[in-house]
């Protein structure tokens, strides 16, 4: 057996129970596992985690990406994870926040990805306001996955973003599951101001594609999409 298939379950879980009761605690044990997993070879997905940088965040259960839609029975701006991949795709954009103790925040034309009361719901906001608090996230890496990553609540730890294979969000309890559900891959779709590649990092794959547009290119080309 690996030395990552050794990991039990349950000793995870105890292991964030008592990481939970220290101040720092989960930021300490999100280190560890992301440094476990840099023996892992493939891309980091946390490379993409740049202040500025626009991404779509594809949930490995549904094969989509979180997109912000307007719920048909409250009218509100809400979260599923059936949305579309590439730049053609604006409501599935997000773009990167991140504070000085490596956590961060999504958002969409300042409307916010968060979760509060146990739900996964998007806040909206304007760029002259302070970003809410529900909507920080930290990011863990998948233990034994080069790819994936979990994205769980500052706000509320121990509870993480997860949909199901429909792409409609979880609640309450089923939130603290760390499964299929709750993991996620990131694409990048352009990179923020003053952000280049990653040079000569041996843990990003090669690639012959051309890189990404900036930012503000990628915003216009979606404002302009291919004829049919």
């Given at each position: 057996m690996s030395f990552l298939g050794s990991l039990g379950k349950k000793a995870v879980e105890k292991a964030y129970d008592l990481a939970s009761k220290v101040e720092g605690g989960r930021d300490y044990l999100t280190t560890a596992a992301n440094t476990v997993n840099s023996l892992v070879k493939g891309k980091d997905?946390?490379?993409?985690?740049?202040?500025?940088?626009?991404?779509?965040?594809?949930?490995?259960?549904?094969?989509?990406?979180?997109?912000?839609?307007?719920?048909?029975?409250?009218?509100?701006?809400?979260?599923?994870?059936?949305?579309?991949?590439?730049?053609?795709?604006?409501?599935?954009h997000w773009?990167?926040?991140?504070?000085?103790?490596?956590?961060?925040?999504?958002?969409?034309?300042?409307?916010?990805?968060?979760?509060?009361?146990?739900?996964?719901?998007?806040?909206?906001?304007?760029?002259?306001?302070?970003?809410?608090?529900?909507?920080?996230?930290?990011?863990?890496?998948?233990?034994?996955?080069a790819q994936a990553i979990h994205l769980e609540s500052v706000h509320m730890p121990g509870y993480?973003?997860?949909?199901?294979?429909?792409?409609?969000?979880?609640?309450?309890?089923?939130?603290?599951?760390k499964e299929r559900f709750a993991q996620f891959e990131l694409h990048l779709i352009a990179y923020g101001p003053g952000i280049h590649p990653e040079k000569d990092d041996p843990t990003i794959e090669k690639s012959e594609e051309l890189p990404p547009p900036s930012y503000w290119a990628a915003a216009a080309s979606s404002n302009n999409p291919p004829s049919s």
């Open positions: 997905p946390r490379v993409f985690l740049k202040p500025g940088n626009v991404i779509q965040i594809l949930s490995r259960s549904s094969g989509r990406t979180l997109q912000i839609v307007v719920s048909k029975t409250t009218n509100e701006l809400i979260c599923d994870a059936i949305g579309g991949t590439g730049s053609y795709y604006p409501n599935a773009l990167v926040v991140c504070t000085p103790n490596n956590h961060y925040y999504f958002h969409n034309n300042y409307n916010y990805l968060a979760v509060k009361n146990g739900k996964i719901i998007i806040i909206p906001s304007t760029a002259n306001e302070k970003a809410p608090t529900e909507g920080e996230f930290r990011a863990h890496n998948v233990l034994g996955s993480f973003l997860n949909f199901d294979d429909d792409g409609v969000p979880y609640e309450d309890a089923k939130l603290k599951a």
